[in-house]
């Protein structure tokens, strides 16, 4: 993209979406002219949305999709059919480029129904469950929570856990410096509980602040289940709390809907809502 169009795309982001300067300078890097979509009104860009490639694990196989997000119309120039018409674009773009799904994160609850007017469907639910403390010291004595290092034993780390999952976005490195420099905002914890003894990475966390004061576990990947529990006694220290909420896959009934899909080719998606996702970049 030219400089005017970027510079542009990132005002009405600014606008719309009020987040900081560099949050947004983060969002648009590597952004490539292909995967922004805009319409123009006299000259000036009116709506906006962007799709990027993504690899999704789903069991044994790997499916390319497109990740949808940013999707925004200048409040003026609102009921016009102007967001359908970008979403008809990134259907185009997503055929053209033999992926399988595009997935979408609707930002408020009401947005749910207005992607199932373009034949989007929920999928990725999560649940909020309350962890409180339950592993003795003895058990947790030989482990830290350190800031995790952008380097390549951690971006190892953290992609052999994304395909552990059953169901899981596969983040290429760059997308994975994304996600770090995101928590790099005020309160926010990207952490990674290390062995003392050997310095291996066992687990890695990452949390958000909440509104009351609180925290909010995002996600926790491991390869062994048993660092779940040390990695959020230690992350309680840290917070000087004494429980804190977590964030966790769930495909019942009464989950919370997390994400939609646009179905492009059935067969590679048909259970593909039996997943949770949580690192997009949301």
């Given at each position: 993209?030219?400089?005017?169009?970027?510079?542009?795309?990132?005002?009405?982001?600014?606008?719309?979406?009020?987040?900081?300067?560099t949050?947004?300078d983060?969002?648009?890097?590597?952004?490539?002219?292909?995967?922004?979509?805009?319409?123009?009104?006299?000259?000036?860009?009116?709506?906006?949305?962007?799709?990027t490639?993504?690899?999704?694990?789903?069991?044994?196989?790997?499916?390319?999709?497109?990740?949808?997000?940013?999707?925004?119309?200048?409040?003026?120039?609102?009921?016009?059919?102007?967001?359908?018409?970008?979403?008809?674009?990134?259907?185009?773009?997503a055929?053209?480029?033999?992926?399988s799904?595009?997935?979408?994160?609707?930002?408020?609850?009401?947005?749910?129904?207005?992607?199932?007017?373009f034949?989007?469907r929920?999928?990725?639910?999560?649940?909020?469950?309350?962890?409180?403390?339950?592993?003795?010291?003895?058990?947790?004595?030989?482990?830290?929570?350190?800031?995790?290092?952008?380097?390549?034993?951690?971006?190892?780390?953290?992609?052999l856990?994304?395909?552990?999952?059953?169901?899981s976005?596969l983040?290429?490195?760059?997308q994975?410096?994304?996600?770090?420099?995101?928590?790099?905002?005020?309160?926010?914890?990207?952490?990674?509980?290390v062995?003392?003894?050997?310095?291996?990475?066992?687990a890695?966390?990452?949390?958000?602040?909440?509104?009351?004061?609180?925290?909010?576990?995002?996600?926790?990947?491991?390869?062994?289940?048993?660092?779940?529990?040390?990695?959020?006694?230690?992350?309680?220290?840290?917070?000087?709390?004494?429980?804190?909420?977590?964030?966790?896959?769930?495909?019942?009934?009464?989950?919370?809907?997390?994400?939609?899909?646009?179905?492009?080719?059935?067969?590679?998606?048909?259970?593909?809502?039996k997943?949770?996702?949580?690192?997009?970049?949301?």
């Amino acid at each position: 993209m030219d400089n005017n169009t970027t510079d542009e795309l990132k005002k009405i982001w600014k606008d719309i979406f009020q987040d900081s300067d560099t949050y947004i300078d983060n969002v648009f890097n590597g952004i490539s002219n292909d995967q922004a979509f805009y319409i123009k009104d006299v000259g000036n860009i009116v709506s906006m949305a962007f799709m990027t490639p993504y690899d999704l694990k789903v069991n044994d196989r790997i499916v390319k999709c497109g990740y949808f997000f940013g999707a925004a119309t200048l409040p003026e120039k609102r009921n016009k059919g102007y967001m359908e018409k970008i979403i008809d674009m990134t259907k185009i773009a997503a055929k053209k480029n033999n992926m399988s799904a595009i997935i979408l994160i609707p930002a408020t609850t009401s947005l749910f129904n207005y992607y199932k007017r373009f034949d989007f469907r929920m999928a990725f639910g999560y649940s909020l469950k309350m962890f409180s403390s339950s592993v003795s010291k003895k058990e947790i004595s030989d482990y830290e929570l350190i800031g995790i290092k952008n380097d390549l034993e951690t971006y190892d780390f953290f992609s052999l856990a994304e395909r552990k999952k059953d169901i899981s976005i596969l983040h290429s490195k760059d997308q994975f410096d994304k996600i770090l420099l995101e928590y790099t905002e005020d309160n926010f914890h990207s952490l990674a509980l290390v062995d003392k003894n050997s310095g291996t990475i066992c687990a890695l966390l990452f949390a958000e602040p909440t509104d009351n004061g609180s925290f909010i576990v995002k996600d926790i990947l491991f390869l062994d289940s048993n660092y779940r529990d040390i990695s959020l006694e230690l992350f309680l220290k840290v917070i000087n709390k004494q429980e804190i909420i977590v964030k966790e896959a769930s495909n019942n009934i009464s989950s919370i809907p997390f994400a939609m899909i646009y179905d492009i080719s059935n067969e590679d998606t048909a259970n593909i809502e039996k997943g949770y996702i949580s690192l997009m970049m949301e």
